[in-house]
């Protein structure tokens, strides 16, 4: 199993929750930086990568709430 596979996976045809495929995006980009990166580099994407998920979290609630 690769570093992109996630053994919790859902079942086939089924699709992650939202917060669950961002955690599993976090987790792979932080893995993917910290094996290049010096640690402030690190902790400087780590802090940019919060910031986007939590901004893409607030622009889905917020385009789901306009459809109703």
Not at 26 to 33: G, I, K, N, R, T
Request: net charge negative; charged share 20%; aromatic share 6%.
């Amino acid at each position: 199993m690769d570093s992109y596979s996630s053994s919790s996976s859902p079942p086939m045809g089924a699709s992650p929750s939202p917060e669950a495929l961002m955690e599993q995006v976090q987790a792979q980009l932080a893995e993917a930086y910290a094996k290049d990166l010096s640690s402030g580099e690190s902790s400087c994407i780590s802090r940019c990568v919060d910031r986007y998920m939590e901004a893409t979290g607030i622009i889905s609630r917020s385009l789901f709430t306009q459809q109703r």
